[in-house]
Protein backbone atom coordinates (compact mmCIF):
# COMPACT_ATOMS: atom_id res chain seq x y z
CA UNK A 1 0.00 0.00 0.00
CA UNK A 2 1.33 3.89 -1.02
CA UNK A 3 2.33 5.94 1.88
CA UNK A 4 0.45 8.92 0.99
CA UNK A 5 -1.95 11.93 1.95
CA UNK A 6 -5.19 11.67 0.58
CA UNK A 7 -8.10 13.97 0.77
CA UNK A 8 -11.30 12.14 1.19
CA UNK A 9 -13.26 15.25 0.78
CA UNK A 10 -11.76 15.79 -2.40
CA UNK A 11 -10.62 12.56 -3.60
CA UNK A 12 -7.60 14.01 -4.61
CA UNK A 13 -3.63 13.03 -3.50
CA UNK A 14 -2.15 15.31 -1.70
CA UNK A 15 1.41 14.25 -1.42
CA UNK A 16 3.33 10.94 -2.11
CA UNK A 17 6.04 9.41 0.50
CA UNK A 18 8.34 7.01 -0.53
CA UNK A 19 8.44 4.34 2.43
CA UNK A 20 11.87 3.51 4.09
CA UNK A 21 13.39 0.36 2.66
CA UNK A 22 14.37 -2.39 5.46
CA UNK A 23 17.90 -1.04 5.88
CA UNK A 24 16.52 2.78 6.47
CA UNK A 25 14.44 1.46 9.42
CA UNK A 26 16.80 -1.32 10.37
CA UNK A 27 19.42 2.00 10.89
CA UNK A 28 16.33 4.17 12.74
CA UNK A 29 16.04 0.68 15.00
CA UNK A 30 19.55 0.76 16.32
CA UNK A 31 19.90 4.56 16.70
CA UNK A 32 16.76 4.00 18.91
CA UNK A 33 18.43 0.55 20.33
CA UNK A 34 21.00 2.70 21.76
CA UNK A 35 18.99 6.09 22.82
CA UNK A 36 17.36 3.20 25.13
CA UNK A 37 20.83 2.98 27.07
CA UNK A 38 20.84 6.66 27.93
CA UNK A 39 17.47 8.10 28.29
CA UNK A 40 16.68 6.42 31.26
CA UNK A 41 19.30 7.57 32.79
CA UNK A 42 17.91 10.66 32.47
CA UNK A 43 15.36 12.00 36.08
CA UNK A 44 11.80 12.50 35.59
CA UNK A 45 12.69 16.27 35.78
CA UNK A 46 14.29 16.42 32.45
CA UNK A 47 11.69 13.64 30.60
CA UNK A 48 8.65 16.27 32.27
CA UNK A 49 10.47 19.30 30.92
CA UNK A 50 10.59 17.93 27.41
CA UNK A 51 6.64 16.57 27.55
CA UNK A 52 5.64 20.30 28.89
CA UNK A 53 7.35 21.76 26.11
CA UNK A 54 5.54 19.09 23.77
CA UNK A 55 2.66 20.09 25.23
CA UNK A 56 3.08 24.18 24.52
CA UNK A 57 3.91 23.12 21.20
CA UNK A 58 0.55 21.04 20.96
CA UNK A 59 -1.45 24.22 21.81
CA UNK A 60 0.47 26.50 19.38
CA UNK A 61 0.47 24.55 16.51
CA UNK A 62 -3.15 23.02 16.75
CA UNK A 63 -4.46 24.88 14.18
CA UNK A 64 -1.67 23.27 11.65
CA UNK A 65 -2.51 19.74 13.25
CA UNK A 66 -6.19 20.33 12.96
CA UNK A 67 -5.32 21.64 9.08
CA UNK A 68 -3.58 18.26 8.16
CA UNK A 69 -5.91 15.82 10.36
CA UNK A 70 -8.78 17.71 8.24
CA UNK A 71 -6.84 17.36 4.44
CA UNK A 72 -5.32 13.22 5.68
CA UNK A 73 -8.25 11.79 6.94
CA UNK A 74 -11.57 13.98 7.09
CA UNK A 75 -12.03 15.21 10.48
CA UNK A 76 -13.88 18.65 10.96
CA UNK A 77 -11.14 21.47 11.61
CA UNK A 78 -12.92 21.95 14.84
CA UNK A 79 -12.79 18.85 16.40
CA UNK A 80 -9.03 18.64 15.16
CA UNK A 81 -8.18 21.54 17.57
CA UNK A 82 -9.78 19.92 20.48
CA UNK A 83 -7.85 16.57 19.34
CA UNK A 84 -4.61 18.24 19.75
CA UNK A 85 -5.51 20.07 22.90
CA UNK A 86 -6.42 17.13 24.37
CA UNK A 87 -2.90 15.53 23.27
CA UNK A 88 -1.00 18.94 25.62
CA UNK A 89 -3.38 17.64 28.52
CA UNK A 90 -1.74 13.86 28.02
CA UNK A 91 1.75 15.30 27.78
CA UNK A 92 1.02 17.35 30.86
CA UNK A 93 -0.67 14.61 33.21
CA UNK A 94 2.59 12.46 32.36
CA UNK A 95 4.70 15.23 33.23
CA UNK A 96 2.63 15.84 36.50
CA UNK A 97 2.79 11.91 37.87
CA UNK A 98 4.81 10.04 35.93
CA UNK A 99 7.07 9.92 38.84
CA UNK A 100 4.82 9.38 41.83
CA UNK A 101 3.09 6.30 39.56
CA UNK A 102 6.70 4.94 39.12
CA UNK A 103 8.07 5.09 42.59
CA UNK A 104 9.29 2.07 44.42
CA UNK A 105 6.31 0.31 46.13
CA UNK A 106 7.14 -0.71 49.59
CA UNK A 107 6.19 -4.63 50.13
CA UNK A 108 6.14 -6.15 53.64
CA UNK A 109 7.81 -9.32 53.67
CA UNK A 110 10.26 -11.18 55.63
CA UNK A 111 12.91 -9.13 54.32
CA UNK A 112 14.67 -6.02 55.91
CA UNK A 113 13.10 -3.93 52.82
CA UNK A 114 11.18 -5.35 50.03
CA UNK A 115 10.03 -3.25 47.11
CA UNK A 116 8.71 -3.10 43.89
CA UNK A 117 10.50 -1.15 41.34
CA UNK A 118 9.57 0.10 37.79
CA UNK A 119 11.83 0.14 35.13
CA UNK A 120 11.99 1.15 31.35
CA UNK A 121 12.42 -1.82 28.81
CA UNK A 122 13.74 -0.05 25.96
CA UNK A 123 12.23 0.32 22.03
CA UNK A 124 8.79 -0.21 22.03
CA UNK A 125 6.91 -0.15 18.52
CA UNK A 126 3.52 1.14 18.53
CA UNK A 127 1.35 0.01 15.37
CA UNK A 128 -1.62 3.20 15.51
CA UNK A 129 -4.56 4.25 13.32
CA UNK A 130 -5.86 7.14 11.06
CA UNK A 131 -9.08 7.72 13.26
CA UNK A 132 -7.35 9.64 16.05
CA UNK A 133 -4.26 10.42 14.34
CA UNK A 134 -2.35 12.42 17.11
CA UNK A 135 -4.03 11.60 19.94
CA UNK A 136 -4.10 7.37 19.72
CA UNK A 137 0.04 7.93 19.35
CA UNK A 138 0.21 10.43 22.28
CA UNK A 139 -2.05 8.81 24.78
CA UNK A 140 1.26 5.63 24.37
CA UNK A 141 4.04 8.28 23.98
CA UNK A 142 3.67 10.26 26.47
CA UNK A 143 4.00 7.95 29.28
CA UNK A 144 6.76 5.67 27.44
CA UNK A 145 9.04 8.30 27.13
CA UNK A 146 8.16 9.09 30.66
CA UNK A 147 8.80 5.69 31.60
CA UNK A 148 11.80 6.32 29.86
CA UNK A 149 11.26 3.95 27.24
CA UNK A 150 11.78 5.24 23.57
CA UNK A 151 9.47 4.62 21.08
CA UNK A 152 9.18 3.73 17.50
CA UNK A 153 5.91 4.65 14.95
CA UNK A 154 4.70 2.88 12.40
CA UNK A 155 1.50 4.93 11.66
CA UNK A 156 -1.74 4.53 8.78
CA UNK A 157 -0.04 5.11 5.80
CA UNK A 158 -3.14 7.78 4.66
CA UNK A 159 -1.70 10.04 7.71
CA UNK A 160 2.09 10.23 6.46
CA UNK A 161 2.22 14.08 7.55
CA UNK A 162 0.55 13.67 11.17
CA UNK A 163 2.87 11.04 11.83
CA UNK A 164 5.81 13.58 10.89
CA UNK A 165 4.00 16.36 12.60
CA UNK A 166 3.71 14.76 16.01
CA UNK A 167 7.55 13.63 15.72
CA UNK A 168 8.60 17.63 14.62
CA UNK A 169 7.00 18.32 18.43
CA UNK A 170 8.68 15.94 20.39
CA UNK A 171 11.86 17.01 18.60
CA UNK A 172 11.34 20.60 18.51
CA UNK A 173 10.56 20.41 22.53
CA UNK A 174 14.01 19.06 23.38
CA UNK A 175 13.72 15.09 23.08
CA UNK A 176 16.54 13.64 21.23
CA UNK A 177 15.66 12.62 18.01
CA UNK A 178 16.53 8.91 18.17
CA UNK A 179 13.93 8.38 21.15
CA UNK A 180 11.14 9.11 19.12
CA UNK A 181 10.53 8.34 15.00
CA UNK A 182 8.15 7.77 12.81
CA UNK A 183 8.64 5.10 10.21
CA UNK A 184 7.48 5.30 6.85
CA UNK A 185 6.77 2.13 5.95
CA UNK A 186 4.45 -0.54 5.00
CA UNK A 187 2.75 -3.26 7.20
CA UNK A 188 5.22 -5.81 5.64
CA UNK A 189 8.00 -4.54 7.61
CA UNK A 190 5.93 -5.21 10.74
CA UNK A 191 6.84 -8.35 11.46
CA UNK A 192 10.06 -8.11 10.76
CA UNK A 193 10.68 -5.45 13.32
CA UNK A 194 8.95 -7.47 15.90
CA UNK A 195 11.23 -10.50 15.67
CA UNK A 196 14.27 -8.14 16.23
CA UNK A 197 15.62 -8.25 19.72
CA UNK A 198 16.08 -4.55 19.87
CA UNK A 199 12.42 -4.05 19.59
CA UNK A 200 11.19 -4.96 23.61
CA UNK A 201 6.91 -4.72 23.20
CA UNK A 202 4.01 -3.94 20.87
CA UNK A 203 1.03 -1.54 21.30
CA UNK A 204 -1.15 -1.62 18.64
CA UNK A 205 -4.92 0.09 17.81
CA UNK A 206 -6.53 -1.25 14.79
CA UNK A 207 -8.72 -3.92 13.94
CA UNK A 208 -8.98 -7.31 15.32
CA UNK A 209 -7.24 -8.47 12.41
CA UNK A 210 -4.55 -6.68 12.81
CA UNK A 211 -4.33 -7.42 16.37
CA UNK A 212 -4.11 -11.13 15.70
CA UNK A 213 -1.49 -10.77 13.48
CA UNK A 214 0.80 -8.50 15.47
CA UNK A 215 -0.27 -10.89 18.82
CA UNK A 216 0.91 -14.14 16.82
CA UNK A 217 3.71 -12.72 15.79
CA UNK A 218 4.92 -11.08 19.25
CA UNK A 219 4.03 -14.01 20.95
CA UNK A 220 6.15 -15.97 18.87
CA UNK A 221 8.77 -13.78 19.70
CA UNK A 222 7.94 -13.53 23.33
CA UNK A 223 7.39 -9.95 23.58
CA UNK A 224 4.85 -7.83 25.75
CA UNK A 225 1.85 -6.55 23.53
CA UNK A 226 -1.54 -4.09 24.12
CA UNK A 227 -4.19 -4.64 22.17
CA UNK A 228 -7.09 -2.11 21.79
CA UNK A 229 -9.11 -3.18 18.71
CA UNK A 230 -12.71 -2.92 17.86
CA UNK A 231 -15.91 -2.13 19.99
CA UNK A 232 -19.50 -2.23 18.97
CA UNK A 233 -20.51 -0.54 22.11
CA UNK A 234 -23.86 -0.83 23.72
CA UNK A 235 -25.94 2.46 24.92
CA UNK A 236 -28.44 1.33 27.46
CA UNK A 237 -31.50 3.43 27.80
CA UNK A 238 -34.15 2.52 30.37
CA UNK A 239 -38.07 3.72 30.68
CA UNK A 240 -37.01 5.82 34.04
CA UNK A 241 -34.14 7.87 31.60
CA UNK A 242 -34.21 11.36 30.27
CA UNK A 243 -35.01 9.85 26.85
CA UNK A 244 -34.36 13.22 25.35
CA UNK A 245 -31.01 13.92 27.04
CA UNK A 246 -29.85 10.42 26.19
CA UNK A 247 -31.11 10.73 22.53
CA UNK A 248 -29.16 14.00 22.43
CA UNK A 249 -26.14 12.33 23.80
CA UNK A 250 -26.60 9.26 21.45
CA UNK A 251 -26.37 10.95 18.33
CA UNK A 252 -23.32 12.67 19.56
CA UNK A 253 -21.56 9.72 20.44
CA UNK A 254 -22.41 7.88 17.56
CA UNK A 255 -21.20 10.82 15.08
CA UNK A 256 -17.76 10.98 17.16
CA UNK A 257 -15.68 11.41 13.88
CA UNK A 258 -18.01 10.92 11.51
CA UNK A 259 -18.85 7.84 13.67
CA UNK A 260 -15.53 6.28 13.14
CA UNK A 261 -14.88 5.91 17.10
CA UNK A 262 -13.64 2.78 18.61
CA UNK A 263 -15.49 3.77 21.87
CA UNK A 264 -18.52 5.61 19.64
CA UNK A 265 -21.54 4.27 20.90
CA UNK A 266 -23.61 1.59 18.01
CA UNK A 267 -25.63 -0.21 19.36
CA UNK A 268 -28.55 1.58 21.10
CA UNK A 269 -30.61 -0.45 23.54
CA UNK A 270 -33.71 0.56 24.16
CA UNK A 271 -36.76 -0.61 26.67
CA UNK A 272 -39.79 -0.69 24.34
CA UNK A 273 -41.80 1.74 26.79
CA UNK A 274 -39.61 4.23 24.95
CA UNK A 275 -37.86 2.99 21.84
CA UNK A 276 -40.54 4.98 19.69
CA UNK A 277 -39.52 8.20 21.53
CA UNK A 278 -36.13 7.51 22.01
CA UNK A 279 -35.65 6.69 17.58
CA UNK A 280 -37.85 9.90 16.93
CA UNK A 281 -35.25 12.34 18.86
CA UNK A 282 -32.41 10.68 18.05
CA UNK A 283 -33.99 11.13 14.14
CA UNK A 284 -34.12 14.88 14.75
CA UNK A 285 -30.41 15.39 16.52
CA UNK A 286 -28.96 13.38 13.04
CA UNK A 287 -30.76 14.99 10.95
CA UNK A 288 -29.96 18.67 12.26
CA UNK A 289 -26.05 18.21 11.73
CA UNK A 290 -24.03 19.54 8.89
CA UNK A 291 -21.85 17.48 6.88
CA UNK A 292 -19.05 19.24 4.96
CA UNK A 293 -15.78 20.49 3.97
CA UNK A 294 -13.79 19.45 7.26
CA UNK A 295 -11.91 22.79 6.16
CA UNK A 296 -15.05 25.05 6.86
CA UNK A 297 -15.84 25.88 10.68
CA UNK A 298 -19.17 24.95 10.17
CA UNK A 299 -18.76 21.26 9.53
CA UNK A 300 -20.06 18.69 12.03
CA UNK A 301 -19.02 16.02 10.09
CA UNK A 302 -17.03 15.31 7.11
CA UNK A 303 -16.16 12.20 4.33
CA UNK A 304 -15.29 9.17 6.12
CA UNK A 305 -11.44 8.37 5.81
CA UNK A 306 -11.77 6.81 2.53
CA UNK A 307 -14.13 5.64 -0.25
CA UNK A 308 -13.66 2.02 0.28
CA UNK A 309 -14.27 2.08 3.50
CA UNK A 310 -17.45 3.79 2.97
CA UNK A 311 -18.41 1.27 0.46
CA UNK A 312 -17.74 -1.56 2.86
CA UNK A 313 -20.31 -0.44 5.80
CA UNK A 314 -22.60 0.18 2.58
CA UNK A 315 -22.31 -3.52 2.05
CA UNK A 316 -23.04 -4.01 5.79
CA UNK A 317 -25.71 -2.39 5.78
CA UNK A 318 -27.44 -3.37 2.68
CA UNK A 319 -27.07 -7.03 4.23
CA UNK A 320 -28.55 -6.67 7.28
CA UNK A 321 -31.57 -5.19 5.54
CA UNK A 322 -31.60 -7.79 3.42
CA UNK A 323 -31.45 -9.76 6.53
CA UNK A 324 -34.37 -8.23 8.04
CA UNK A 325 -33.13 -4.98 10.12
CA UNK A 326 -35.49 -1.57 9.02
CA UNK A 327 -34.20 1.35 7.80
CA UNK A 328 -35.72 3.63 10.19
CA UNK A 329 -33.42 7.04 8.84
CA UNK A 330 -32.12 6.96 5.30
CA UNK A 331 -28.54 7.87 4.38
CA UNK A 332 -25.43 6.71 3.48
CA UNK A 333 -23.39 7.05 0.49
CA UNK A 334 -25.09 8.98 -2.74
CA UNK A 335 -23.07 6.61 -5.23
CA UNK A 336 -20.07 4.03 -4.60
CA UNK A 337 -16.79 5.28 -3.96
CA UNK A 338 -17.58 8.39 -2.41
CA UNK A 339 -16.60 9.07 0.90
CA UNK A 340 -19.37 11.05 2.33
CA UNK A 341 -21.68 8.47 4.42
CA UNK A 342 -25.05 10.11 5.74
CA UNK A 343 -26.46 9.08 9.05
CA UNK A 344 -28.67 5.84 8.93
CA UNK A 345 -30.65 4.61 11.95
CA UNK A 346 -31.42 0.83 11.35
CA UNK A 347 -33.85 -0.95 13.97
CA UNK A 348 -35.37 -4.80 14.49
CA UNK A 349 -31.51 -5.66 14.83
CA UNK A 350 -32.10 -9.61 15.30
CA UNK A 351 -29.14 -12.56 15.69
CA UNK A 352 -27.96 -13.55 12.41
CA UNK A 353 -27.94 -10.31 10.69
CA UNK A 354 -24.43 -8.65 10.06
CA UNK A 355 -25.08 -5.67 11.94
CA UNK A 356 -25.83 -7.76 15.24
CA UNK A 357 -22.14 -8.94 15.07
CA UNK A 358 -19.94 -6.73 13.28
CA UNK A 359 -18.75 -3.72 14.46
CA UNK A 360 -20.15 -0.94 12.00
CA UNK A 361 -17.18 1.52 12.18
CA UNK A 362 -19.26 4.80 10.82
CA UNK A 363 -22.57 6.67 11.69
CA UNK A 364 -24.82 4.11 11.91
CA UNK A 365 -26.86 3.87 14.57
CA UNK A 366 -28.32 0.09 15.50
CA UNK A 367 -31.44 0.30 17.56
CA UNK A 368 -32.52 -2.75 19.64
CA UNK A 369 -35.67 -3.69 22.00
CA UNK A 370 -35.21 -4.98 24.89
CA UNK A 371 -37.85 -6.02 27.51
CA UNK A 372 -36.33 -4.40 30.70
CA UNK A 373 -32.83 -3.81 32.58
CA UNK A 374 -31.90 -7.65 32.51
CA UNK A 375 -32.82 -8.05 28.75
CA UNK A 376 -30.56 -4.85 28.12
CA UNK A 377 -27.69 -6.42 30.05
CA UNK A 378 -28.25 -9.55 27.94
CA UNK A 379 -27.71 -7.76 24.95
CA UNK A 380 -25.16 -5.54 25.94
CA UNK A 381 -23.10 -9.01 26.77
CA UNK A 382 -24.04 -11.19 23.43
CA UNK A 383 -21.57 -9.43 21.19
CA UNK A 384 -17.94 -10.60 20.85
CA UNK A 385 -16.58 -6.86 21.55
CA UNK A 386 -16.14 -5.46 24.79
CA UNK A 387 -14.96 -1.83 25.11
CA UNK A 388 -16.84 1.27 26.41
CA UNK A 389 -20.52 0.86 27.05
CA UNK A 390 -23.76 3.62 28.88
CA UNK A 391 -26.25 2.88 30.69
CA UNK A 392 -29.00 5.91 30.72
CA UNK A 393 -31.02 5.86 33.73
CA UNK A 394 -33.03 7.83 36.50
CA UNK A 395 -31.77 5.56 39.47
CA UNK A 396 -28.09 6.15 39.72
CA UNK A 397 -27.85 2.89 41.92
CA UNK A 398 -29.21 0.61 39.23
CA UNK A 399 -27.08 2.54 36.89
CA UNK A 400 -23.68 1.30 38.88
CA UNK A 401 -25.20 -1.93 39.24
CA UNK A 402 -25.74 -2.61 35.56
CA UNK A 403 -22.73 -1.29 35.23
CA UNK A 404 -20.77 -4.00 37.31
CA UNK A 405 -22.41 -6.58 34.89
CA UNK A 406 -21.74 -5.40 31.73
CA UNK A 407 -18.96 -6.92 30.11
CA UNK A 408 -16.87 -3.85 28.77
CA UNK A 409 -13.10 -1.84 29.66
CA UNK A 410 -15.27 1.22 30.41
CA UNK A 411 -19.11 1.89 31.99
CA UNK A 412 -20.24 5.11 31.93
CA UNK A 413 -23.67 5.63 33.75
CA UNK A 414 -25.77 8.68 32.47
CA UNK A 415 -22.93 10.04 30.25
CA UNK A 416 -20.58 10.08 27.28
CA UNK A 417 -18.37 7.47 27.16
CA UNK A 418 -14.87 9.08 26.55
CA UNK A 419 -10.98 8.53 26.57
CA UNK A 420 -9.11 10.43 29.61
CA UNK A 421 -5.68 10.74 31.31
CA UNK A 422 -6.91 9.79 34.49
CA UNK A 423 -8.59 6.52 33.42
CA UNK A 424 -7.73 3.52 32.28
CA UNK A 425 -8.50 3.04 28.67
CA UNK A 426 -8.98 -0.74 27.13
CA UNK A 427 -10.97 -3.87 26.49
CA UNK A 428 -12.04 -7.30 27.16
CA UNK A 429 -13.03 -10.08 24.85
CA UNK A 430 -11.73 -9.39 20.91
CA UNK A 431 -11.63 -5.52 21.84
CA UNK A 432 -8.35 -6.62 23.37
CA UNK A 433 -6.05 -6.82 26.31
CA UNK A 434 -3.56 -3.94 28.72
CA UNK A 435 -4.77 -0.67 29.45
CA UNK A 436 -3.89 2.61 28.17
CA UNK A 437 -3.69 5.98 29.97
CA UNK A 438 -3.54 6.47 34.07
CA UNK A 439 -1.15 5.06 36.32
CA UNK A 440 -2.23 1.99 34.50
CA UNK A 441 -0.82 2.80 31.11
CA UNK A 442 2.66 3.51 32.87
CA UNK A 443 3.28 0.44 34.12
CA UNK A 444 2.35 -1.65 30.92
CA UNK A 445 6.06 -1.55 28.94
CA UNK A 446 8.48 -1.18 32.34
CA UNK A 447 9.86 -4.28 33.93
CA UNK A 448 7.86 -4.71 37.56
CA UNK A 449 10.88 -5.88 39.88
CA UNK A 450 10.71 -7.65 42.74
CA UNK A 451 13.68 -6.42 45.29
CA UNK A 452 13.87 -8.04 48.36
CA UNK A 453 17.11 -7.06 50.70
CA UNK A 454 17.58 -9.12 54.03
CA UNK A 455 17.81 -7.82 57.13
CA UNK A 456 21.16 -6.15 58.66
CA UNK A 457 23.31 -8.88 59.95
CA UNK A 458 24.84 -7.95 63.34
CA UNK A 459 28.28 -9.50 64.09
CA UNK A 460 28.36 -11.30 67.09
CA UNK A 461 31.41 -9.83 69.18
CA UNK A 462 34.39 -12.28 69.77
CA UNK A 463 34.79 -13.57 73.40
CA UNK A 464 38.45 -14.01 74.59
Known amino acids: MPIESYNPYTNRVLRRFTAFSWAKTERILGQAHRAAATWPATTFAHRAGVLRRAAALLRERQDELARLMALEMGKPIADGRAEALKCATCCDYYAEHAEEFLSDELIKTDAGRSFISYQPIGVVLAVMPWNFPFWQVVRFAAPALMAGNVGLLKHASNVPQCALALEKIFHDAGLPPACFRTLLIGSDLVEKLIADD ?108 RPDLADELSEQVNDSVAQGAKVELYGGQAKPGTALFRPMILSNIKPGQRAYAEELFGPVALVLEAKNADDAVRLANDSRFGLGAAVWTGDPKKGEAMARQIESGAVFVNGLVKSMSEMPFGGVKKSGYGRELSYLGIREFVNQKSIWIGKEVVPVAKTE
Do not use: W
Not at 236 to 261: F, H, Y
Not at 292 to 297: A, I, N, S, W
Open 198 to 305: RVMAVTLTGSEGAGAAVAATAGQHIKKTVLELGGSDPFIVLADADVALAAKTAAQSRMINSGQSCIAAKRFIVEKKVIKEFISHLKTHLLALRPGDPLDEATQYGPMA
